[in-house]
């Protein structure tokens, strides 16, 4: 019995000791830097000594966006043809060994994507692996800012450009082309986000170059008030919080109200006649019988009683047409004419 267990201790000993542990980090893991940069190097950190790594190389590698894998160096030494572009050191270490990278050229654009170190067993086994992710930071191409039916602003402007445009829910969009990552974009009115609006931005990845970059947009509906006449309402878009990667566009509002043209028919009746109906038109642009952004309704002159259109009271009906574009035809049915009919005027009402 002593003797199994002296052989089960030993065994015991004998397994862990032969696990072996390899502690792999690189620094920095993320980075954002411009083309021409020349201050970045990245480092690889292992905690084993050279005896080791003769046997298991240590090797920069380039991996880019759609997984495409470029030995950079194994140990120390850079492979044969980018000698010009890489250098890899040993800098000073008390245990661990430290592999630093360096760009002789500075950044280039293909070099978006990831830096690997990897230590290596038999063949292509990777027995450890770290990386540094690299955004190679690019500013937008162009911007446009378009509002309504106006052409778009393409080119930014020191002074707000005045721009005349009718009240009412208008479409409002500002794009940019081709930045790497995706821009911040906001749009504002004197210097606010404004709360009648649906505004929201999206971005579409663009993989025919690289680094890769983004088309962004930011749009929606904003309802113009004279109240906003002589704000500024501005685009901006910016770069990972960078100002010389921004840009911003802004109008100058002249929100005007055109007035709807009202006309009704002249109708008679006496006390007791049948399905009466009065009729008013009303034209303007884009009106409708049903909106949410104005109401139509009639009301008597007399007691204030609105009446909507579709109600039905004891002895009125309002009606609505909107067949014919740009115009509304509301009519008001009274079932049975009464005394009290001839004691008071009825109006048509239209609030936007």
Not at 89 to 115: C, R, S, W
Not at 302 to 310: A, K, L, R, S
Request: aromatic share 8%.
């Amino acid at each position: 019995m002593d003797i199994l267990t002296i052989c089960f201790v030993t065994l015991l000993v004998v397994c862990l000791g032969g696990a072996e542990q390899y502690e792999l980090t690189v620094d920095p893991q993320h980075v954002y830097v411009k083309e021409g940069d020349t201050t970045k190097e990245f480092f690889c950190t292992i905690n084993q000594r050279a005896d080791f790594l003769i046997s298991h190389p240590l090797k920069w590698e380039k991996v880019s966006r759609d997984g495409t894998v470029q030995t950079i160096s194994v140990l120390a030494n850079v492979v044969p043809g980018l000698e010009n572009e890489y250098s890899v050191t040993l800098p000073p270490a008390d245990v661990k060994m430290v592999f630093k990278l360096t760009f002789l050229q500075g950044i280039k654009n293909e070099y978006d994507g990831h830096f690997r170190c990897a230590l290596y067993g038999s063949g292509t086994n990777i027995l450890a692996e770290a990386m540094t992710e690299v955004h190679v930071l690019k500013n937008f191409k162009n911007m446009q800012f378009k509002i309504g039916d106006k052409d778009a602003l393409t080119t930014p402007s020191a002074q707000p450009v005045s721009l005349r445009l009718e009240e009412g829910p208008t479409d409002i969009m500002c794009l940019t082309e081709g930045s790497n990552p995706a821009p911040k974009m906001s749009i504002t009115i004197n210097g606010q986000a404004p709360t009648n609006t649906d505004l929201k931005q999206t971005d579409v990845e663009i993989k025919t170059d690289v680094p890769y970059v983004y088309n962004s947009q930011m749009k929606g509906k904003i309802s113009l008030m004279p109240s906003m006449n002589g704000q500024i309402l501005k685009c901006s878009a910016i770069v990972k919080d960078d100002d010389s990667m921004k840009a911003e566009m802004s109008f100058l509002l002249d929100v005007f109200t055109i007035t709807p043209e009202l006309s009704c028919k002249n109708v008679s009746a006496v006390q007791g006649d049948l399905f009466v109906i009065l009729e008013c038109s009303i034209r303007l642009k884009g009106i409708a019988c049903q909106s949410a952004d104005h109401d139509i309704f009639w009301e008597n002159g007399n007691t204030g009683e609105q009446f909507q259109t579709d109600s039905e009271e004891s002895n009125y009906i309002v009606l609505c047409d909107d067949t014919q574009p740009d115009e509304v035809i509301t009519k008001f049915k009274m079932n049975k004419v009464s005394s009290e009919d001839f004691k008071t005027d009825y109006f048509v009402v239209y609030v936007n």
